[in-house]
């Protein structure tokens, strides 16, 4: 039985929650960025993160299979087919694409917007909490 002022914890969070394991990601994949700055041939990766987010918000039919030889769907939070090489202002001469300044800015700049998804969700939560209380 649904009351009629019950109201879904999905629809109260909003894209918050999908958002926070996004930018969990993407920080993994900048992290590795600079790791590997001095590792020749190496080449930066990320995701266009507004792109992934849409896709996953939209919930698509997903890929079934039922034979070992059909095509599995790509698996993980952030599909390999979702992620891009950074293309650099200027490679160096051992091939590797990584500039430092550029995964710095991106990374201080996804972690920025992760706390400021955090705020929300903490903002979000204590309100629920006041409401249930009634504090």
Do not use: W
């Not at 930066?44 to 997903?62: C, E, G, I, S, Y």
């Not at 996804?110 to 006041?130: M, P, V």
Request: glycine residues 6%.
């Amino acid at each position: 039985m649904e009351f009629a002022g019950t109201m879904k914890f999905d629809d109260a969070f909003s894209v918050h929650p999908q958002a926070l394991l996004l930018r969990q990601r993407r920080a993994e994949v900048l992290a590795s960025n600079l790791a590997n700055a001095d590792t020749p041939g190496y080449k930066a990766r990320d995701f266009d993160f507004h792109k992934v987010l849409n896709a996953q918000m939209a919930t698509p039919a997903q890929m079934k299979t039922t034979s070992q030889g059909h095509i599995q769907p790509q698996r993980g939070l952030v599909p390999s087919n979702n992620m891009g090489y950074r293309v650099p202002f200027q490679v160096s001469l051992d091939g590797n694409t990584v500039d430092t300044q550029i995964e710095h800015t991106a990374h201080a700049s996804n972690a920025l917007e992760y706390q400021a998804s955090l705020r929300f969700l903490n903002g979000k939560i204590s309100s629920l909490r006041k409401a249930i209380t009634g504090n």
